[in-house]
Each structure stands twice: as structure tokens, then as C-alpha cells.
């Protein structure tokens, strides 16, 4: 793989339920970059965050991550150097937030910190998601934004060099979702982050990569990839693209549905 890329996907095809879903999709980020995935429903923007942590298996194809190739490596020690918010919220155990949040560092050596430097990290994570109230509650009362807070401070705890993030901004009011993202985007970690804000997305994302029937049809800057004729191209939207009047980034003004994918 190449020595910048801290994630690299490289020709992947994906089969599931004898369907094939992703058709030799590649996609890179460079070391700190935050990559936004975007595409329309079942364009295979999860499918492609699951192959990049190995839970699902390309039929071909290879990924790296930090150097390691992910089909070989063990779980542990990719945990160690790869964190992943999900939108399945499995963690419905009876554990306080705190204790949640501290299930980040069970990838890590015992040695890498005792308990107390583990809470105290684990402390920091919470308050990083403004989550420092939540730290005594029972995890399962907590709403489902909080819960994503809470999820994404134990991804943080683990200390990973990728993180990867699969609609983070679901449940979330809307000063939830530029705190998160201006957040994850300051933070010194390569991002892959799937999204469907367009103009969230161009505002945060150093590089857009745009996923359409199970393929990445366009890389770039976010101004280069969310062009009108692209999104119309394909969402079946017509928009306007201006110009964010304080980001100055661009802002996705979705108008009418085209008319030639009109009902
Ligand atoms: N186990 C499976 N068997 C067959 N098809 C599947 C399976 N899992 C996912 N798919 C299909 O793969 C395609 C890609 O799904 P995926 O969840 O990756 O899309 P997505 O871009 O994340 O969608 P969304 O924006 O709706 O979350 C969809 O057509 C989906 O129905």
C-alpha cells in the first residue's frame, strides 16, 4: 500500500445474499483526513465501512489499514489502531456510561495504563462529546442521541488512528451535529464518514467520495465532486451549489426533483 494512505481500499467487490454490492471500489485516505461517504440509500456506503473493519469479506479486492492488512490481521489488533460508530447500537447492557465508554481500551494492552489513567482518559473522551453529565447513568435510559455521544467517546477512547463512522450525525439536533463534526474533523485521526447532509458533508470533509449502485463514481475535494450536474445526476435532484456566506464552502441548495426522474 502506499506509505500515506492510512486507510486503502483497493478494488474491492463485495457479494452478500448472492448479490454482488460493491464492484471494484477503491477509496484512500491520507493520514488525518477526514473522507465524507456519500450516495443515495443503498448505494453500499455501509457495506464499505464494513469491509474496511473486516466484518464483511470482500469476494476480492484488499484493505489496509495503519499498515495492516485487514483480512489477516486479528481483531484485537486492529481494534487497537481502528475504532467504528455504528448505526447498530448493540450495547443495550446494564453498564453505566462511564464503564461503556471504558470498553474502548479493551483492545490495549493491560500495561498501557492502569485503571485510574483508563477513567481518566475515558473522562476526557466524555466530556470531548459534551457527555461529562451522562457519566453515572445506566447506559440503556439514555435518548439515542446521547447514546451516540456516548459511543463515539468510547471510539475515541480506544485511541485509534482511523475511525470510521456510519451516519454519526443520526439522532442528533442540529448543534449536536456541527459540535460532532467539528470535532472529529479537529482531532489529528483519519476519518471515513459516512453521511446525507451534502452541504454538512462539503463543510467538514476534506475529500467527498460519492457512492452510487454499489460503486465510488467520483473522488475529490467536496467543490469538485458536488457539482449540480453530479448530484442530479445521482440523487435524481436538480440543486443549486453556492457558496456558504460565513464557511464559504459550498452550500448544496437541493431545489426540485428533476424532472426528468420526476413520477
Ligand atoms: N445481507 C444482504 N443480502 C443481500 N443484500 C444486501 C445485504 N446487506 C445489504 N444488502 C444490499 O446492499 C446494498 C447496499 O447496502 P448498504 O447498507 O451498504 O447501503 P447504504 O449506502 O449504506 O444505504 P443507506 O443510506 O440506506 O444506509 C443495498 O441494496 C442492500 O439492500
Sequence with gaps: MS?????????VDVVLGGTRVLHGVSLLAAAGEVVGLLGPNGSGKSTLLRTAYGVTR????????AGLNVGTTRPRELARRCAVL?????????LSVLDVVLLGRIPHPRAMGGRRSNVELAR??????????LTDRAFPTLSGGERQRVLLARALCQEPQVLLLDEPTNHLDVSHQLELLAMVTSLDITCVVALHDL???ATYCDRI????DGQVVAQGRPAEVLTPA???DVYGVACDVLSHPRTHRPL?????????AAD
Excluded: K
Design 124 to 133: 476526557t473522551c466524555l466530556a470531548r462529546v459534551d457527555g461529562t453529565h
Design 58 to 65: 470482500p469476494a476480492a479486492g484488499t484493505v489496509h489499514i
Design 199 to 201: 452541504t454538512l458533508a
Design 230 to 232: 453530479r448530484v442530479e
Design 86 to 94: 455504528t448505526q447498530d447500537h448493540a450495547v443495550d447492557l446494564e
Design 3 to 11: 506509505t500515506a494512505a492510512a486507510l486503502e481500499v483497493h478494488d
Design 209 to 212: 467520495a460519492l457512492m452510487a
Design 252 to 260: 448544496i441548495a437541493v431545489s426540485r426533483r428533476a424532472p426528468a
